[in-house]
Structure formats: structure tokens, C-alpha cells
């Protein structure tokens, strides 16, 4: 018992630090990309403070790291309880298909978490709210503007994911001929863990890019003259992809209604 708990601790507390690490990448990525945008739509200021990347830096570390935290746990304590679940599975036989839905059921709430919580880490970042006002008005805008119509075609975290284990593809093999040229009994676990290591270090870089992208949903939701004065085209193509896929959803709901 004593060990269960220990081993349960360690998990909430593995998932929880790499959540808050990640989570405060985004924040800081969030308040670079809304300094961006409006100094670009300042005439007078033609580039950015030069501290902004430290101001960032400090507001996610210090003001706004309790959010963060608080956050995060939700996420890891998730994480924490479908890992649990997959270890009953392997000792429980009678009950598979019970805590086969169990663990979607959970898997589901944890998109849903991450999903929401990603928004609401652009509003800690930009305006200092506290996490749960923070995920409130990001779900409130998004409902209100209908830019959540946007965020359900959007495929670039399929990309990116596409991205990632790509890049752990590539060193993986590329360290592999290397260690099947120098090291051939040992082949298997120099390229699983270079894959590993690169599959880690692109996904960071992930990250920062994922983070731009939320942080521009959310600008133009808030404020769609920012993303104008930053890019005029940018912004009339965003504009009519939110017009079409509007249409295309009042109409849906015609059909739906006249058939009903």
C-alpha cells in the first residue's frame, strides 16, 4: 500500500512538472506573440522593446507561475488516473471492456482539458487573470465571436505532430547506421533512445509554434485590427474562412431542422 502510494505520488509529480514546463514555454510564447502584434500596430514603434522576451520570461515565472501550476495539475492528475487504469488492465481480466471505457472516457476529458487549457494560458499571459476566469472568458469569446469554428478545422497539431515524430524518425535512423557502423550488438537501444531524445527536443520546438498559433486565435477573437495592422492579407484570409465556415454551419443547422 505504502509503495502504490508512492509510486502514485511519483506519477502526479512526473506529469505535473512536465506540464508546468511546457505550459510555461506557452505562456512566454503567448506574451512574445502579443507583443507582436501590437507594436506592429503602433506607427510610432517599428520594432519591440528590447526586453520584451525577459519581461515575458519573468511575468510567466513569477506572477502568473500559480495559474500555471494550478493548471497543469489538473492535466497530470488525469494523466495519473488513466495510467493507473492501464496497470488494473493488465491484472484484471474479468472487467476489460468496463476500464476499456473507463480509460476512454478519461482520455476524452483530457483532451478536453488540454484543449481548454491552452486558451485560457493565452488570456494568463496577456491579461493576468487567474486560471479559472481565464478558461471561463476564453470559452465565453470563443462561443460569442464563433472563432471556434476556425479551431475545429484547424489541422496544424496534426502537422506538427506529423513534425515531431518525423524528427524522431530521422535521428533515430541516422544514429543507428552510425551505431550499427560502430557499436552492431548495440544497435536497437542507441536508436530507440536517439529517437526518444529527438522526438523530446523537436516536440519543444513544437511547442513554441503551437503556442503562436493559439496565441493568434485568440488575438483575432479579442481584437481582429490587431492581426490587421499586423498582416492585412493574413487577416482578410481569416476573415473569410470564419465567414464561410459560419454559413456552412447555419446551414447544416437548416437541413437539420427541416428534416427534423
Known amino acids: 500500500m ?14 505535473w512538472t512536465g506540464a508546468v514546463l511546457c505550459n510555461t514555454v506557452h505562456v512566454i510564447v503567448s506574451g512574445m ?8 500596430g503602433q506607427e510610432e514603434s517599428s520594432s519591440l522593446p528590447p526586453s520584451s522576451l525577459v519581461d515575458s520570461l519573468r511575468y510567466a515565472v513569477t506572477t502568473s507561475f500559480g495559474s500555471i501550476c494550478y493548471g497543469s495539475l489538473f492535466t497530470a492528475a488525469i494523466r495519473t488516473l488513466r495510467w493507473e487504469i492501464r496497470g488494473f488492465r493488465s491484472k484484471i481480466c474479468g472487467n476489460e471492456c468496463l476500464l476499456c471505457c473507463v480509460d476512454f472516457l ?11 487549457n491552452k486558451y485560457a494560458y493565452v488570456q494568463i499571459a496577456v491579461y493576468g487573470k487567474g486560471f479559472n476566469k481565464s478558461a471561463r472568458d476564453a470559452w465565453e469569446l470563443f462561443q460569442s465571436t464563433g472563432v471556434e469554428a476556425l479551431v475545429a478545422y484547424d489541422c496544424s497539431g496534426a502537422v506538427l505532430l506529423m513534425g515531431t515524430i518525423f524528427g524522431g524518425l530521422i535521428t533515430g535512423s541516422c544514429i543507428g547506421i552510425w551505431a550499427w557502423i560502430k557499436y552492431s550488438d548495440r544497435v536497437i537501444m542507441v536508436a530507440s533512445t536517439a529517437m526518444l531524445m529527438g522526438m523530446v527536443l523537436v516536440g519543444l520546438g513544437m511547442v513554441v509554434v503551437e503556442s503562436a ?27 473569410e474562412v470564419l465567414h464561410r465556415r459560419l454559413q456552412h454551419r447555419s446551414s447544416r443547422a437548416r437541413e437539420v431542422l427541416t428534416t427534423a
Open 2 to 15: 505504502v509503495a502504490s502510494c508512492g509510486e502514485l505520488v511519483l506519477s502526479v509529480s512526473l506529469f
Open 106 to 116: 478519461f482520455h476524452l476529458v483530457e483532451t478536453l482539458v488540454r484543449f481548454f
Open 213 to 239: 498559433v493559439t496565441s493568434i486565435y485568440i488575438c483575432f477573437a479579442e481584437d481582429p485590427l490587431l492581426i490587421q495592422r499586423w498582416d492585412a492579407d493574413f487577416y482578410t484570409e481569416m476573415s
Open 33 to 40: 506573440v502579443f507583443h507582436v502584434l501590437f507594436h506592429c
